[in-house]
Every structure is written in C-alpha cells, then in structure tokens.
C-alpha cells in the first residue's frame, strides 16, 4: 500500500492534468505541498513547461518578499557575503562567467582602495612625525595611527 505522500503525489499529477486542459496556453502550473519546518512532507509539481523562476516572480506579485527569513535567503545572503570576502581577500575567484563575480569584483575594489588610503596615511604619518607634528594633544598623529592599524589588522 502507498504511503501518503505517495498517494498525495498520484491525486496531484492527477488534478494538474484536469487543470491544465482549462488554462492557456501560454500559462505555467506548480503545486507546491509542504509542513511548515519540515521537509518530510514537501512536494513540488510542476506543468513540463514550468520555470521556477515564473513561479517565484508569481508569488513576489502576491506578497512574498525579501524581508521574510527562509534558508534560501540566508544561504543566498553568506554566499554574496562570502564572495565579497574572497574578493576583499584576493582569493579563491569564483569560475568564469558565475554570478558571485561582480560581488567579488566589489569586495577587491574596496581593499584595493582600503590599501591605497593607508599608503596615504603612512605618508601623513611620517611627514607629521618628520615636522614635529603632533596635533591638538596628539591627537592627530593618534586617529592617524589608529585607522593604519584598523586597516592592516
């Protein structure tokens, strides 16, 4: 005897089909089954014709939204994070053509740029300390000196 899930699939497959004689044809079906927390449960038809990303952007028109926390999103979010990481880091490129490449373009930009201004700092550094400078209470010469040491950590 089928388990549920099973039979659930079978009545599905079974109703799609129904369905879909009465729709358009240039109309895309999914029905999606799932225990919230669970993925014991989960079930996702699709028409043969179908594209996910249609069905995404049908759901976006109904309210779905990036606010809302799912592991996709989180699991999307550490990748761009981690890209920008890499990049910031010079390491581990992402392979031609992937989408994580302008992110990781971004992140060597920024240390690029992060690396000239400390150059620029370590000059202001030495010409203040060659004059005697040392601003209001050394002050000066100690913001210099922090934000070369923040940026080289």
Known sequence: MPDQKSLLRDVAIDAISDIAQHLPLDCQMFLVVCRPGKADFDLVLPSPEANLNNALDALRRQGLS?????????????????????GAQNSNPPPAGHWGQRLWDIGREERASAEELVEVLKGVEKRCEGMGYVGVDGQYLKVVRATIAKATQ
């Open 66 to 86: 990036i606010d809302g926390d799912n592991a996709y999103k989180r699991d999307l979010l550490d990748a761009a994070v981690g890209a920008l990481a890499m």
